[in-house]
């Protein structure tokens, strides 16, 4: 079982910079694929990093250059960092893990990950 919080989340100026955290909690998930995904309200949930368990990253284009993913295994958690933030990055932000063997991928599915944080809000304005 795998457990995840998601911490962070808040309001900024287009431009300015959070970071967001997930705890991760579980004796295997640093093998497992994680991902952030964001939701905003009456659209699918969309897929923005994963990491897997060797750190390799993938970034959905929309965020690439300014957002960076990385995971502290020793501190059981994982950090997004989030620069030169977007109107359009104002989501509910969750982490997501999968065991499974599929890819792992930004691109990856909702479905396919068994393991969900309660989401963050990020909220930007212009």
């Known amino acids: 079982q795998v457990q995840l919080v998601e911490s962070g989340g808040g309001s900024v100026q287009a431009g300015g910079s959070l970071s967001l955290s997930c705890a991760v909690s579980g004796a295997t998930w640093r093998y497992y694929c994680i991902n952030w995904f964001r939701q905003v309200p009456g659209k699918e949930r969309e897929g923005v990093v994963s990491?897997?368990?060797?750190?390799?990253?993938t970034y959905a284009d929309s965020v690439k250059g300014r957002f960076t993913f990385s995971k502290d295994n020793a501190a059981f958690t994982l950090h997004l960092q989030m620069n030169n933030l977007k109107p359009e990055d104002t989501a509910v932000y969750y982490c997501?893990?999968?065991?499974?063997?599929?890819?792992?991928?930004?691109?990856?599915?909702?479905?396919?990950?068994?393991?969900w944080g309660q989401g963050t809000q990020v909220t930007v304005s212009s």
């Open positions: 997501a893990a999968d065991p499974g063997p599929v890819q792992c991928s930004y691109k990856k599915g909702p479905g396919l990950f068994a393991y």
């Open positions: 990491i897997d368990n060797d750190g390799v990253t």
